[in-house]
């Protein structure tokens, strides 16, 4: 920045590979223009669990990223859970998955869906 001090990190990022995926599921669910709502909520092992589903309608204050007409949206208060984040998509072996890399997660479980907060 001009006055020499860093840009603020991204508010969330997704990776090319998960917004292809989102793309892939839409299709074959028969819903092209449905996007991704990631959503964090309480429950899970660790106190929060992640929350991923197709849907076809933006909220007003929805943050929408969007790549080749490809949306993933979120809800401000999920976002503030997820702040410097990233959504990839994982294919291993133990199955194909969307995985969220979160820096404010202090601790999570062996499914990888859940964290706790430090």
């Known amino acids: 920045m ?3 001090t860093a840009p603020p990190p991204p508010a969330f990022r997704v990776t090319p590979r998960a917004f292809a995926q989102v793309a892939e599921i839409a299709a074959r669910d028969g819903r092209p223009q449905a996007g991704l709502r990631l959503a964090v909520l309480a429950g899970g092992c660790s106190g929060f669990q992640y929350s991923f589903q197709l849907d076809d309608t ?3 204050d929805d943050l929408v990223l969007e790549q080749d007409g490809v949306k993933v ?3 401000p208060v999920s976002l503030d859970l997820l702040a410097g984040a990233e959504l990839d998509w994982a294919d291993e072996l133990i199955g194909a998955h969307f995985t969220v890399k979160n820096p404010q ?7 990888g869906a859940s964290f706790s907060l430090g």
């Open 105 to 111: 997660a202090a601790s999570g479980c062996g499914c």
């Open 2 to 4: 001009p006055d020499g």
């Open 58 to 60: 933006l909220a007003a």
């Open 73 to 75: 949206m979120i809800d």
